[in-house]
């Protein structure tokens, strides 16, 4: 159990910032709070959305990162050109193990790196050409993409490239959709607005082609909206709302596809895996369509069983009854489970630091096995996300947003948790420090975690990293004499 008190708490953040000058002092300590499950609202008592301090180590992403890297880039059947410099498009290639089923440059394109390779002419001349060309080549070599995305990168923000024209005319040109995508990574703060804008793009230029097209409907058709299929999570969340007798209309954007997205306003229900980065949307088709949604949270057998009766609750007896059901047939498996893992895991103590949902959505799975958490923390959050992150905290648990590196570690160093769970950027840093680690954004090339499949996933993973005795070996270089 932790063994420090919330003062000791607050009189740690003090010291951490005590390295700052006065100014970015006074403003880092307002990303910081206790939580309290009692409060409907963190209110004022913590900063977010805010540009970070110059000169402060960031591990933040830029809105072309929330736009291609999260929201676009896993449409399968979409070719996304990544419209600059080539580094870019390059890193934000495949990256996030956004599971697909098709053939890679035949039906599915999300693992190839399209780019306009922008050069010192075309910052000088323009780019709007080339991207007209690149898109009429890419339509030779490539005919079975269903639609394109245009991702601007900075530069073409810098000299104003008008690639909603060159969107307008190709699309005519073309007969497909090829839609425009301002996600400049100058713009905003973070990764947030890149989800926001990509929000919009989808809003005005996908959802409503199908409007008026006919449609088979059921009293049981869902979407599931911002489960990007790491390591398989959608999967894995497919088929328990197929077995409790709901129909997926559509899923995206992991292993989606560009007419599920069009088809999306026919559904009875949208199901929000990811409330960070579709939101936006969800909110647009509940004003336009009156389609209700609601956020799930699949991740350990106590937070399934509570997802899973939500959303049987908004339809009929027979699903109801369904839900109870399946959450009776995976009982023996998850007992099973714990009581394999929790004696090798209670008690232990987990510190995260993640962006979109994961700093609150994997809470609950950690506590099925025993672990507590005693820090919690955002990259890109918004105020709304530590108001849905309060009722699963104990009173007291650290909060914080946007830490910095220097933070982070000195954090850490006075905490000592047992497992952090973080990002690829802090890796190797803790790993080396001898601190027992999992990376939570891509599910350190693990997976699914989500369901109860994904929870056996995630019990034999945080007992297998957590316990192993290589840690007791490590001494981190910089401790080591010469």
């Not at 070719?79 to 990256?95: E, F, L, N, W």
């Not at 699903?319 to 895991?345: F, H, M, S």
């Not at 104990?394 to 982070?408: P, V």
């Given at each position: ?104 440059g035949v039906n599915a394109f999300g693992t190839l ?35 394109i995305s245009i991702q601007s990168e900075c530069p ?327």
């Amino acid at each position: 159990m932790t063994d420090i008190t919330g003062e000791q708490t607050l009189a740690l953040i003090q010291e951490v910032l005590e390295v700052f000058p006065e100014k970015a002092r006074k403003e880092r300590a307002k990303h910081y709070m206790l939580s309290d499950p009692e409060m409907e609202s963190v209110g004022k008592c913590i900063t977010s959305n805010r540009k970070s301090q110059p000169g402060v180590m960031t591990v933040r992403g830029c809105a072309y990162a929330g736009s291609k890297g999260v929201v676009f880039g896993p449409i399968k059947d979409m070719a996304h050109i990544s419209h600059g410099p080539i580094g870019c498009g390059q890193y934000s290639r495949a990256g996030r193990r956004n599971y697909y089923t098709g053939v890679s440059g035949v039906n599915a394109f999300g693992t190839l790196n399209f780019t306009s390779d922008f050069q010192e002419k075309d910052i000088v001349f323009g780019g709007d050409k080339k991207l007209t060309q690149l898109i009429e080549e890419m339509e030779t070599l490539f005919p079975l993409t269903k639609g394109i995305s245009i991702q601007s990168e900075c530069p073409v923000g810098l000299i104003g490239d008008d690639i909603e024209a060159v969107a307008r005319e190709m699309q005519k040109k073309l007969d497909k959709p090829i839609v425009p995508v301002r996600c400049e990574g100058f713009r905003g703060v973070s990764q947030s607005l890149g989800h926001h804008i990509a929000n919009d793009v989808v809003r005005d230029w996908i959802l409503s082609n199908r409007d008026d097209e006919a449609f088979v409907t059921t009293p049981y058709d869902i979407a599931i909206i911002g489960d990007y299929n790491i390591g398989g999570d959608a999967w894995a969340s497919r088929i328990l709302l197929e077995e409790i007798g709901l129909r997926v209309v559509a899923q995206w954007s992991g292993d989606g596809t560009l007419v599920e997205m069009e088809n999306t306003p026919k559904v009875k229900l949208n199901l929000v895996h990811c409330y960070r980065s579709m939101n936006y949307i969800s909110r647009h088709m509940e004003e336009k369509y009156g389609i209700p949604w609601m956020e799930y949270n699949f991740f350990g057998p106590t937070k399934i069983a509570e997802s899973l009766r939500k959303i049987a609750a908004l339809f009929d007896e027979t699903i109801q009854a369904n839900t109870e059901a399946v959450i009776a047939k995976y009982q023996a498996q998850t007992d099973a489970i714990i009581a394999k893992y929790r004696p090798r895991l209670e008690g232990k103590r987990v510190l995260l630091y993640l962006g979109g949902l994961r700093p609150r959505h994997v809470i609950g799975a950690y506590e099925d096995l025993g672990m507590e958490i005693i820090g919690s923390g955002y990259e890109f959050a918004h105020n709304d996300d530590y108001d849905r992150t309060l009722p699963d905290l104990k009173k007291g648990t650290l909060l914080f947003d946007d830490a910095s590196s220097y933070e982070l570690e000195e954090i850490i160093k006075a905490l000592k948790p047992d497992l952090i769970g973080s990002g690829i950027k802090e890796k190797y840093i803790f790993q080396k420090m001898g601190f027992p680690f999992r990376q939570m954004h891509s599910w350190d090339y693990s997976g699914p975690y989500h369901g109860y499949d994904g929870f056996a996933v995630f019990a034999r993973d945080m007992d297998m990293t957590l316990n192993n005795p290589s840690w007791t070996q490590l001494t981190a270089p910089w401790l080591k004499t010469a």
